[in-house]
């Protein structure tokens, strides 16, 4: 089990990298401090820049990716294959939420989440990024888009991917964002979430 227990532990300390924090901190800006005070790409980007979001959703998508990568080669095979290769990426959603270098207050998970299902089950992804483009665009929110899209992955996973592993860790999840999410839904709610549309 030292294997198994050791892929969890490095996939935790792989997902707490706060790539928004590492990216803005040479501009001299702290995204807990400025814009939504969020570590995420959207933040980012609003504060530095596409580009520079998009390059901290490429890295905090990476953080879910590779530890399943991982997982895949070494537990090919194993009993508990798909609850081992899920874990991984749960772990790293997981550090990303609660990152252990700081002080367990991280980011609310999308991107990396994003990265999970890549692996885990693309067309699911596939179809739950339609549904947050067209989210963002109709309401002009990325929140609701993330939490659209969030919610519909655990459906999604049933029908494309019907592995037990899979939709546990995909509702899991779910409720985690929605959870990290809830300054945003109280905003939405009193009509002062900051939209995405340029006014």
Same mark, same amino acid.
Request: hydrophobic share 55%.
């Given at each position: 089990m030292a294997k198994e227990y050791l892929i969890f532990?490095?996939?935790?300390?792989?997902?707490?990298?706060?790539?928004?924090?590492?990216?803005?901190?040479?501009f001299g800006i702290d995204p807990r401090q400025h814009g939504s005070r969020n570590l995420g790409a959207t933040n980012v980007a609003r504060l530095l820049g596409k580009k520079w979001g998009l390059l901290t959703l490429l890295g905090d998508m990476g953080k879910g990716i590779l530890p399943m990568i991982l997982a895949l080669k070494l537990f090919k095979?194993?009993?508990?294959?798909?609850?081992?290769?899920?874990?991984?990426?749960?772990?790293?959603?997981?550090?990303?939420l609660f990152p252990l270098y700081l002080r367990f207050r991280g980011g609310k998970g999308v991107a990396t989440a994003t990265g999970v299902f890549l692996v885990l089950c693309p067309k699911a992804l596939?179809?739950?990024?339609?549904?947050?483009?067209?989210?963002?665009?109709?309401s002009g929110f990325v929140s609701v888009g993330s939490l659209f899209a969030s919610a519909l992955m655990p459906l999604f996973i049933h029908f494309f991917c019907p &592995?037990?592993?899979?939709?546990?860790?995909s509702l899991l999840m779910a409720i985690l964002i929605w959870i @990290?999410? @809830?300054? &945003?839904?109280?905003?939405?709610?009193?009509?002062?979430? @900051?939209?995405w549309k340029k006014k």
């Open positions: 532990l490095l996939a935790y300390l792989l997902g707490s990298i706060p790539f928004a924090l590492l990216i803005a901190r040479p095979g194993h009993p508990l294959q798909d609850w081992l290769v899920a874990g991984s990426g749960l772990a790293a959603f997981l550090g990303h596939l179809l739950s990024l339609a549904f947050f483009i067209a989210a963002v665009k109709i &592995n037990r592993a899979y939709q546990v860790f @990290k999410h @809830k300054d &945003n839904i109280r905003r939405l709610l009193r009509g002062e979430e @900051k939209s």
